[in-house]
Antibody, heavy 115, light 111 residues
């Protein structure tokens, strides 16, 4: 079955960096758009970024543009999110999701930005 | 940016009674391919969101037919005809026409 597993979250100081990973299994990873969505504690969902099949089309939410970089490695069925210049307001659970309809989500990884 | 507005933010419904959630978009979600890019998700406590409905009214496999989606253009509704305990959680609408954006969420509890 489709499985998405995020990793790489943790506690980081403001201004710091973190790299999240999402490994997919149970489907042809290279055939799907992939997205990152985040959820601040007790808050709603916020789309962060998406990348097309080969990485040629990429979009970001304004809130992360210039600080976050999405990428993928189809040979390793993996999606990444490099997060730089982190701010306290980036604190959230980060989910990866598959396809244009976000039909499948991982369990999420928690990123906490605090001094 | 397309803004999604959901109402109400909170619903308390007795078992067997109907529940309705409204979602309005700041611009039409109808694309030139004839599809309307409006989706519904449910997030149960402690879980990741799960897709319930795509393109307004198409149920994902396993979603009971007492849950239905309707609407067009900028106004959409998710209707649960008879609420059951398993329906508890937070419901989100989302547009996928221009990037993605979510409604604020509607928390459904059983009275």
């Amino acid at each position: 079955q489709v499985r998405l597993v995020e990793s790489g979250g943790g506690l980081v100081k403001p201004g710091g960096s973190l790299r999240l990973s999402c490994e997919g299994s149970g489907f042809m990873f290279k055939d799907y758009y992939m997205s990152w969505i985040r959820q601040a504690p007790g808050k709603g969902l916020e789309w962060v970024s998406y990348i097309d099949y080969g990485g040629s089309t990429i979009h970001y939410a304004d809130s992360v543009k210039g600080r976050f970089t999405i990428s993928r490695d189809n040979t390793k069925n993996s999606l990444f999110l490099q997060m730089n210049s982190l701010r306290p307001e980036d604190t959230a659970v980060y989910y990866c999701a598959r396809g244009y309809s976000l039909a499948h989500w991982g369990q999420g990884t928690l990123v906490a930005v605090s001094s | 940016e397309i803004v999604m507005t959901q109402t109400p933010h909170f619903l308390s419904v007795a078992p067997g009674q109907p529940a309705s959630i409204s979602c309005k978009s700041s611009q039409s979600l109808l694309y030139r391919d004839g599809k309307t890019y409006l989706f519904w998700y449910l997030q149960k406590a402690g879980q990741s969101p799960q897709l319930l409905m795509y393109e307004v009214s198409n149920r994902i496999s396993g979603v009971p037919d007492r849950i239905s989606g309707s609407g067009s253009g900028t106004e959409f509704t998710l209707l649960i005809s008879r609420v059951e305990a398993e329906d508890v959680g937070v419901y989100y609408c989302m547009q996928g026409l221009e990037l993605y954006s979510f409604g604020q969420g509607t928390k459904l509890e059983i009275k």
